[in-house]
């Protein structure tokens, strides 16, 4: 595949609104049964502004498929002790089903501590040690939304990772280490590789991959020449990069070289319109299921 016109985009914009969509008949059908609207509360801390934008969209898209929110927001100066505080009162209220600690949290919190605070079965996020514990042993309760969202496309768009040399760039907690345990699994049964910022000799790797995921957070890093023809390529970078002609004084772009990477790709994820949004649509559907368990056990 050399041309342009032969690599296909996995769209996520219209993939994440195939999401919500479905969401949204379920909780319909939900509610129809006599259930209240699933219910997320979200904290934030501080004024990160990625992270005011991220938590924004999120209740926008939970307003679109019925999913009632409040977002706590608390100075960047409150204690650790008043944000779990916080998070126990939301844990022992009846009325939330999901709760989610948008990070990253100042630099005076320590992230496991709060987000171990949080009930498991509540945790939307799939961050709590006790689940990411449950997806590495196979039976997972909430997954992470991108690695999650990750899957989600792949399937909807028909690549199946079955036998596929799968290379991820990144080993965060958040997205590398969850992706690689769920396309281990025998439902994905790819062969997987996790590489980071001390791997020798990153292309090498990454050349050989069927399926190339970058989630390193380094703006445009992956160039045409580390990457195999006819590849699927998935962009999980976010990256502000200074643009004056912006109107907002920056851009956003991933992790991959995307005008060079394109047309080497078989298929590839653009952003901004990618993986992001497929990360907040799998967040409605955790909190759909966060609903559903809270029902079954009240
Ligand atoms: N910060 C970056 N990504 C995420 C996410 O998926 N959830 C939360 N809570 N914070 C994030």
Request: aromatic letters at 4%.
């Amino acid at each position: 595949m050399t041309d342009d016109a032969s690599s296909s985009l996995l769209d996520g914009r219209a993939l994440a609104q195939a999401v919500r969509d479905d969401v949204r008949a379920d909780i319909q059908a939900w509610t129809d049964e006599g259930h209240r609207a699933p219910f997320l509360s979200a904290v934030l801390v501080g004024d990160n502004p990625a992270s005011l934008a991220y938590v924004r969209g999120k209740e926008k898209d939970a307003a679109e498929v019925g999913i009632d929110t409040n977002t706590y927001h608390l100075d960047a100066d409150t204690s650790q002790d008043a944000l779990l505080e916080r998070v126990h009162a939301l844990n022992a209220d009846d009325s939330v089903d999901g709760i989610l600690v948008q990070l990253p949290l100042p630099d005076h919190m320590d992230e496991h501590t709060v987000i171990d605070a949080v009930a498991p079965s509540k945790d939307v996020d799939g961050f709590h040690s006790e689940n990411l514990g449950r997806l590495l042993r196979g039976t997972p309760r909430y997954i992470p939304a991108t690695p999650f969202g990750i899957l989600e496309m792949l399937s909807r768009s028909e690549i199946d990772p079955e036998g596929m040399d799968a290379v991820i760039v990144g080993r965060s907690t958040i997205v590398g280490k969850p992706l690689a345990a769920l396309l281990l699994r025998r439902t994905a049964n790819a062969t997987v590789t996790v590489c980071h910022s001390r791997t020798r000799d990153l292309a090498a790797h990454t050349r050989r991959a069927d399926l190339l995921v970058a989630a390193a957070g380094q703006a445009a890093f992956i160039d045409a020449d580390m990457v195999k023809e006819g590849a699927v390529v998935i962009d999980v970078g976010i990256n502000r990069v200074d643009d004056p002609s912006a109107e907002r004084g920056y851009r956003l772009v991933g992790d991959v070289d995307f005008a060079e990477v394109r047309p080497k790709a078989a298929h590839i994820t653009p952003v901004p319109g990618g993986v992001g949004l497929m990360t907040r649509a799998m967040l409605l559907k955790n909190t759909l299921q966060a609903a559903r368990l809270h029902a079954a056990h009240a």
